[in-house]
């Protein structure tokens, strides 16, 4: 069974810090690119970040959050992380883990529950 489970989120001061983590199930991440979500309220799910299932270290940023987050992978794990620097009050959103798995022709995107950043004083 696939399933995504994050942990992390919280309350941060702005010019803080969090990291998120998103542990795997039922599939192995190595092979598959991974990525992050986040949605705040009233707003659009919006893209964050993008790590490839290759060993490359080329990773993708939405413009908001670049020098600002990290999203690495530890295979061994089977988890996911993003890492939040400089944290301001607009990054406050439910954050997303998310996935595309080849377990139908047409391919499935599977999401974690989600966990809540809020970054205020």
């Known amino acids: 069974q696939v399933q995504l489970v994050e942990s992390g989120g919280g309350l941060a001061q702005p010019g803080g810090s969090l990291r998120l983590s998103c542990t795997a199930s039922?599939?192995?991440?190595?092979?598959?690119?991974m990525n992050w979500y986040r949605q705040a309220p009233g707003k659009n799910r919006e893209f964050v970040a993008s790590?490839?299932?290759?060993?490359?270290?080329?990773?993708k940023y939405a413009d908001s959050v670049k020098g600002r987050f990290t999203i690495s992978r530890d295979n061994a794990k089977n988890t996911i992380y993003l890492q939040m620097n400089s944290l301001k009050p607009e990054d406050t959103a439910m954050y997303y883990c998310?996935?595309?798995?080849?377990?139908?022709?047409?391919?499935?995107?599977?999401w974690g529950q989600g966990t809540q950043v809020t970054v205020s004083s």
């Open positions: 790590i490839p299932s290759s060993i490359s270290r080329v990773t």
């Open positions: 998310h996935t595309v798995l080849d377990t139908s022709d047409y391919g499935d995107a599977y």
């Open positions: 039922g599939f192995t991440i190595s092979r598959y690119a």
